[in-house]
């Protein structure tokens, strides 16, 4: 059984700093590409940052909005992703999850299999 489950959302005056979990079980992370989205109300859930998997190099991306904020992260040893968030911004108020890629490089929404249930983030002005 795969399962992610997200942890660290809550509740965040604006320029201040959360960081959220992505602790994986039926899967290990470093085999897979670990992506993180956001959804908003009314909005349609929209990429934000994804590291490859360590067999295709470890590399990071990330959407425009958070580049130089936000930062993805991997510890293989716990078998967790990170998403360290600073600088928040009240437009960054979604809910955010986690996310496996198989395929271990895409990018796409489409290719992630696995997702966890989301994790509230409100960030108030």
């Known amino acids: 059984q795969v399962q992610l489950v997200e942890s660290g959302g809550g509740l965040v005056q604006a320029g201040g700093s959360l960081r959220l979990s992505c602790a994986a079980s039926?899967?290990?992370?470093?085999?897979?590409?670990m992506g993180w989205f956001r959804q908003a109300p009314g909005k349609e859930r929209e990429f934000v940052a994804a590291?490859?998997?360590?067999?295709?190099?470890?590399?990071?991306y990330y959407a425009d909005s958070v580049k130089g904020r936000f930062a993805i992260s991997r510890d293989n040893a716990k078998n967790t992703v990170y998403l360290q968030m600073n600088s928040l911004k009240p437009e960054d108020t979604a809910v955010y999850y986690c996310?496996?890629?198989?395929?271990?490089?895409?990018?796409?929404?489409?290719?992630?299999?696995?997702w966890g249930q989301g994790t509230q983030v409100t960030v108030s002005s």
């Open positions: 039926g899967i290990t992370v470093r085999s897979y590409a």
């Open positions: 590291i490859r998997s360590s067999w295709r190099g470890g590399t990071t």
């Open positions: 996310a496996a890629d198989p395929a271990g490089g895409s990018l796409m929404a489409q290719a992630y299999g696995h």
